[in-house]
């Protein structure tokens, strides 16, 4: 790759914090118990997302609001999680790993107290917003936790395949525990489970401190400009997509104004940092061809996933599955995220990481393509094998991912890591948002086309549909007496099963179209490999031939 013009620029602040202090083995049973609280850690901050997405309509009914007034609660949540990396790393950086790991766990468990006192949309509103905001540093200490033990070589071998598999089985395992512990009593077992997480994982954290190295003032009173401006700029783009779908992106004039002002910030915080001589992230960096191309790669690849939190447990849920039939379903996909993890310890190297992303590619194109043969019959166990190999694909390419730029971010110095760490957090962040809003667009544009046309074979064949009515009203009869009510209810019974019908044909498109994104992502990554390989194929002179000679 040619010399970026730009590498003289003023490099941004060593936010990464200073070297790191010299590595001081631990004893088995120590090793363990940091490697048990990263998964504590991580499956705490996990959890309390897993919780409040998976059970919108059950916290609508509880607080008296429509599905539509709750969605909110989830834009509250995420809105501060993809800026708040951003500010914390630095402020660990300068208050020290240990006071920032003891203080954020203790702002956590505040706040999960405060949540048993939520009366109403508006209490939980904010209350969301704060726990999307204190739960932002569990992730960091999820990281910090599971790498603290581990010699240098095992950091990434070991450390960064589990603790990713840890992150991202989070949410699942939420859907797998929220209905035992919803039951009857509404939404306050969440919050007493979150707050036993929030106790545990504070004890753990001053049983077991991090070493923390020396403290060094890195807080300029223009990276708290820059960062208002990112969070509101990422803050507005999460609304707009988690609500896009909801109030319909042209129906409601607010959504454009507020991506308007979202990218208008974002300008704003670009052009500032450019200009500024110790930048918060190094925009020239970022926008090389190698770190653009690792950007474009994993928001792609958040987008892809998103077939598995906004697709099946949707579509199983509008065909009147309950989300204790989803169980099984989902302990599945926390199993195989797992599985992700462990599989890549003995084969992540960073000279691997196209082969193993080649294979995460082919099984999510697999997976999509078997699920879109879906219909009104299927049920969670026929699509255990196919959400399985997306679960298992996800740890295959992010973990690698992750590893591939921080390998090239301490190759330009420990000042480039905070940029990375921005890039990796907000792809996955803003991606997750995107992913689940363009999904659930893409199904209702759908859904609206295969409605009509079916409808329109049903007025077209009226024979057929006189019969099946008759069939309908003839199985109603032993509870409706009346024969206009029979009727009635046995054309609603058709209707309401044609939408049905019309949502599993549009959300095998979104399958297939997923499949295909995956596959032409594929071809992409392939003649990828295929250009670097003829880049270093050795050259031998050519031999002549015995004619010749």
Not at 224 to 251: D, K, N, P, Q, R
Request: glycine share 6%; proline share 7%; net charge positive.
């Amino acid at each position: 790759m040619s010399e970026n013009p730009h590498n003289n620029a003023p490099a941004a602040p060593a936010a990464a914090g200073p070297s790191a202090p010299p590595f001081v083995p631990k004893s088995l049973p120590l090793t363990l118990g940091y490697i048990g609280a990263s998964m504590v850690i991580g499956l705490t901050q996990g959890l309390a997302q897993g919780f409040v997405s998976t059970n919108i309509p059950q916290i609508a009914g509880d607080l008296g609001v429509t599905t539509t007034q709750a969605t909110w609660l989830m834009a509250a949540f995420l809105i501060p999680r993809a800026s708040m990396p951003l500010l914390l790393i630095k402020l660990r950086t300068q208050y020290g790993l240990r006071r920032f790991a003891e203080w954020a766990t203790i702002a956590y468990l505040v706040v999960a107290l405060a949540g048993l006192a939520i009366s109403d949309l508006r209490s939980a509103l904010v209350m969301q917003f704060l726990a999307g905001m204190v739960s932002a540093p569990l992730s960091t200490l999820a990281f910090l936790y599971m790498l603290e033990p581990l010699s240098p070589p095992w950091k990434m071998r070991l450390g960064l395949p589990m603790v990713m598999a840890t992150i991202s089985a989070g949410p699942m395992l939420a859907r797998v525990v929220s209905p035992g512990l919803m039951s009857d009593m509404g939404w306050m077992p969440l919050h007493l489970m979150t707050l036993g997480l929030a106790a545990v994982s504070l004890a753990l954290v001053y049983a077991l401190p991090l070493t923390s190295p020396p403290r060094i003032k890195v807080i300029a009173v223009m990276d708290l400009v820059s960062w208002g401006l990112i969070a509101a700029g990422f803050g507005g783009l999460t609304v707009a997509f988690i609500t896009g779908a909801v109030y319909w992106w042209t129906e409601a004039p607010w959504l454009g104004w507020t991506l308007a002002g979202a990218i208008l910030t974002l300008t704003a915080a670009v052009v500032i940092e450019l200009h500024r001589k110790a930048p918060l992230l190094d925009i020239r960096w970022l926008s090389t061809p190698a770190m653009a191309h690792l950007t474009v790669t994993l928001l792609l690849f958040r987008l892809i996933l998103s077939e598995q939190s906004a697709g099946a447990p949707r579509m199983f849920q509008l065909m009147g599955i309950t989300q204790g039939q989803l169980v099984p379903l989902f302990a599945v996909i926390c199993i195989a995220t797992l599985l992700g993890g462990l599989a890549l310890i003995p084969i992540i190297r960073p000279d691997r990481v196209p082969a193993i992303h080649v294979v995460a590619l082919t099984l999510i194109a697999a997976a999509a393509w078997m699920d879109s043969r879906a219909t009104l019959d299927t049920r969670p166990a026929q699509m255990m094998l196919s959400q399985g190999m997306i679960a298992f694909a996800g740890v295959l390419f992010l973990a690698p991912a992750m590893m591939r730029g921080l390998v090239s971010a301490l190759a330009r110095g420990p000042n480039y890591i905070l940029s990375f760490v921005i890039v990796f957090l907000s792809t996955q962040s803003l991606g997750g948002a995107m992913g689940s809003g363009l999904f659930t667009t893409f199904i209702n544009h759908r859904q609206a086309v295969h409605l009509q046309i079916l409808r329109e074979q049903l007025t077209a064949s009226d024979a057929q549909m006189l019969q099946e009515i008759l069939r309908r009203a003839a199985i109603l009869a032993p509870q409706i007496t009346d024969a206009a009510a029979r009727k009635a209810q046995a054309v609603a019974l058709i209707a309401q099963d044609v939408s049905n019908e019309a949502y599993v044909m549009a959300y095998n498109d979104a399958y297939l179209l997923t499949a295909m994104v995956a596959l032409a992502a594929l071809a992409a990554l392939i003649l990828h490999i295929f250009r670097d390989w003829l880049a270093v194929r050795p050259t031998s002179p050519a031999t002549p031939s015995p004619e010749s000679a």
